[in-house]
Each structure stands twice: as C-alpha cells, then as structure tokens.
Nanobody
Framework: VQLQASGEGLVPAGGSLTLSCAPS????????MGWYRQPPGKQRDLVAL????????NYADSVKGRFTFSRDDDENTFALHMNSLKPEDTGVYYC??????????????WGQGTEVTVSS
C-alpha cells in the first residue's frame, strides 16, 4: 500500500492550506487513517486520526477548531484542511493509515511527507 500526499506549501500566518492523501488501495480496507506532523527538531506527533469503527476523529489539542479531517469516498482520498495557520504549525506532515488483516493483524503505512511552512 502506498500513500501519496500532496498540498505542501508556504503560507502566511492566518492563512489556510489543504493537504490531500491518495492511498493505492480502497479507504474501506483501513481501520484508521489520518495525519501526523514533525516540526523541525522535534518528534512526530498526531494531528488528526479518523477511526472507521466509531466514525470518530481525534484531534491534537493544538489544532482543535482550526484543522478538519475529511475523506472523499468517491475520489478515494482523505484530506486535512488547515485554517488560521500559525508559525508553530510548520513541519513535515505525514499521512498515515492502518490496514486491517489478515485476521486480527494490522499494518501501518506512512506517506512520504509533505512540507508546510507558516511564515510569521
């Protein structure tokens, strides 16, 4: 399974940007999917994660109210819509998915990373 991320860019503080991720397999094969980010010199942390079983979306506290996860079943993609961007949102963003099976096993996949820079 490959995850192809797109939408990187340089935006001013307060601006908006949308990242998109296109998996090479159907979204319905995933148990969960979402986005992580890694600021310069820091660890990779969760930004938003959608879980199919509960249809719930878990957001990092720092992005609640500003970022929105969405999925497009027709296009077989999922996205991260980022508004009111802050310089601290700068980092490399990774799309992520967990595939079910076989049996109770799961396999995690990462996109290649897309860079977001927010200027002050």
């Amino acid at each position: 399974v490959q995850l192809q991320a797109s939408g990187e860019g340089l935006v001013p503080a307060g601006g908006s940007l949308t990242l998109s991720c296109a998996p090479s397999t159907t979204l319905y094969g995933f148990k969960s999917m979402g986005w992580y980010r890694q600021p310069p010199g820091k660890q990779r942390d969760l930004v938003a994660l959608f879980t199919f079983g509960s249809s719930s979306i878990n957001y990092a506290d720092s992005v609640k109210g500003r970022f929105t996860f969405s999925r497009d079943d027709d296009e077989n993609t999922f996205a991260l819509h980022m508004n009111s961007l802050k310089p601290e949102d700068t980092g490399v963003y990774y799309c992520y998915a967990v595939q079910r099976g076989p049996g109770l096993a799961t396999t995690s996949f990462w996109g290649q990373g897309t860079e977001v820079t927010v200027s002050s």
